[in-house]
Each structure stands twice: as structure tokens, then as C-alpha cells.
């Protein structure tokens, strides 16, 4: 009999096929809205040499504070959604690789931070004082930190204010340190002996003392008296 032995076609109604359609549209997006496990790179719950770096990253852009311990909890997981929201990314707290990759590319292009070889007031002027030639050789045209106590704030006849640091107990041995008028204020809180850091650029040699140029007082003593 053929009726027996034909395939039976069934049609769909294309009100069907439509609602068919759009359900696998459905579960394809969600599935994509959802990181996988092949895309995850850390989240909450985490602890490695990798959570350790991402914690790095993110300390270095300030998202978080503290140290990198490679435990990811709660406030990694915060400082993570800090980073996807300012970032245009989903904010989920978990890191994946498009995640890791934005925190690379945003940490690396923060310059990495300038550090100054630091000496007291009393190594700087005796190596002058012992050797000059060697003296430019390590220290002219160099910016650095020096510490030491105050022996006196003034102005120069062209209305610059210099500091004076000690190299010795007496003051007989000095290094001087001339300052941009916008830091009078600051050095207004200076007192005679106390212990401060001044960054600036060595000039040399010049009539019993060490000069510099171009000073900074250091961030903690700008506190001082205020």
C-alpha cells in the first residue's frame, strides 16, 4: 500500500517557525551576555598569582587600595565593577578576557612613577668637599632628595626665597637651596633645625656650599605648622 509506505511531511505554521526563531535568538544572546568558562580569567572566590595581578593593576589605576594578596572577595570584586562601569563593560565583578585586557591597556599607560636617589645634607657636601670634580661627577645636573635640618629661610635681593641646610652641627658647612616665589608660603612653617627633604637639581660647587636649583620640599614637611 503507498499511503503505508510515503513519509509523512509535517508543516509548520509559519506563526510557528516565527516563535521557533525568535526563541533560539533568545538563548543565543543569553548565552552570550553570560561569560563563560572558557572566558573567565578570575572572580570572586578566586586566589592566585593572577588575582594578585589584577589587584596590582587595579591599585596602580585606584580603583582599590591595600595590598595585592591574591584573594578575590568582596572588595575586588567592587573595584572590578568601579572599573567596567567607568569603562563602558558589563559590570559583572568578574574579570574576563576582555575585562583583563582593558585593565592591562589602562595600567600600562600610566607612566611609571620617577624615583630620586636620596642622601643626607652631610654626604652631599662631603663629597664636594673632599673632591669636587668628583662631586659634579655624581651630583651636578642631577636632580635628587636631600635631608636635613634648617639653618636659615630667607629672600635673596631679587625677592627669591632659599632654604639653608646644615652639613655639620655648626652651620659652617651648608647647601643651598634657592625656591620659586610660589613656595613662600609653604616655607613660611620652617623652623631653624628642623628635619626636612628637599627635592632640587644640583648647580655645584660655589663658595662654601653645595647649590641647587629648581627646589621642592617634599609633601611631608609642606604639613608642618598647618
Do not use: H
Not at 94 to 115: G, W
Not at 184 to 190: E, G, I, P, R, V
Request: glycine content about 6%; charged content about 30%.
Amino acid at each position: 500500500d503507498e499511503s503505508s509506505t510515503s513519509d509523512t511531511a509535517v508543516e509548520m505554521s509559519p506563526e510557528s517557525q516565527t516563535e521557533n526563531n525568535e526563541s533560539a535568538t533568545d538563548n543565543d544572546e543569553s548565552s552570550a551576555a553570560e561569560p563563560t568558562e572558557a572566558t573567565v580569567i578570575a572572580k570572586r572566590g578566586d586566589r592566585n598569582d593572577t588575582v594578585k595581578e589584577i589587584q596590582a593593576m587595579l591599585i596602580r589605576l585606584n580603583y582599590l587600595t591595600g595590598n595585592a594578596d591574591g584573594d578575590y572577595g568582596k572588595k575586588t570584586e567592587s573595584a572590578v565593577i568601579d572599573f567596567q562601569r567607568d569603562n563602558g563593560l558589563e559590570q559583572t565583578g568578574i574579570v574576563t578576557q576582555e575585562v583583563y585586557d582593558a585593565l592591562r591597556a589602562a595600567s600600562e599607560s600610566i607612566p611609571e612613577p620617577v624615583t630620586y636617589a636620596r642622601y643626607t645634607a652631610k654626604e652631599v657636601y662631603s663629597q664636594y668637599e673632599s673632591n669636587e670634580i668628583a662631586g659634579d661627577s655624581e651630583f651636578k645636573g642631577k636632580t635628587i632628595e636631600v635631608t636635613g635640618k634648617v639653618d636659615e629661610v630667607g629672600t635673596s635681593l631679587f625677592g627669591s626665597p632659599y632654604v639653608y641646610l646644615k652639613a655639620d652641627s655648626y652651620g659652617f658647612q651648608l647647601l643651598y637651596f634657592n625656591f620659586s616665589r610660589n613656595d613662600l608660603d609653604q616655607l613660611a612653617s620652617l623652623r631653624e633645625d628642623q628635619t626636612v627633604t628637599i627635592r632640587a637639581k644640583c648647580t655645584g660647587w660655589s663658595i662654601m656650599s653645595v647649590n641647587f636649583d629648581d627646589s621642592e620640599l617634599r609633601s611631608e614637611e609642606r604639613r608642618v605648622g598647618k
